[in-house]
């Protein structure tokens, strides 16, 4: 039997997830306080509990709350602390997020229940994490890809779990604005019809300047942009094998 969430208000949404970051972590919002530099490896004790700026992911969560449905979500990269499973769990019935590294998931630190918190830990487009997908769902009211931030993994991210969106659903992406990664190319191919002929129309979130209290190493306010963008799918709009099948 499957146990729903309690629908929640967005201040409250707000107040539960601002109490889950200020208790984790550098406990702030990514880039407000003092985080790691870029490419150098971080640790549990020096990373945001969620990685997403403040500004942005409220945004987003105004996008995800106008959706009709909010039954499934599907998440590919977990990060240290869960926080964005932490958001999406207030939002929808059943979370299903994919991540590598098992040490994570076992690592959360929050109630979680087994009818609704559901993990696959692997590889995102391994066979063995895709047939193992395909025994919880085969199709999502949100797909939110934050995994590896590489062009061809993005790339396989949309194409794999993207038609797993629901005609009216939503497809998002994050660090779709960082200039050092590959999500910012992938998205211009996308949007320009380089990837599967449709010119899809991507909405950006592009916050990470207003950001208040930057901390003092690289992701400082002088040029650097996170941003998270989303695709609202009508129709079976991503074509392609069906690698799930
Ligand atoms: C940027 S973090 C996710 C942050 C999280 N969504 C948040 O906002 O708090 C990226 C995560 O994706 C995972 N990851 C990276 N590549 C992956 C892959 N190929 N398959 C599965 N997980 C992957 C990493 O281990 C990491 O936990």
Redesign the pocket.
Known sequence: MLSHRAELPRDLIIAKLDRFVASRGIGTY?GEGVSTPLGVPQTRFVQ?????VRAE?YEFLDVALALQERQLVL???????????FLWRMLFDRVV?????GH?VYALDYELDPNRDLFVI?????PA?LRHLRFIADQFDLV?I????SYN?VAADTMIFGRLVRPGGILAW??TCQDVMGVKPFLADYTAGRIDGVNHQVTTIDLAHTASHWGRHELSPHGVRIGLSYEIINHNQISGPDLLS
């Open positions: 990514w945001s509990p969620i990685q997403q992911i998440e590919i990269g977990l990060g240290d602390y869960g926080g964005t499973h997020t994919i991540e590598r590294w994570l692997g590889e995102a487009h391994a994490t939110f934050d995994g590896d931030h993994a994050h660090d």
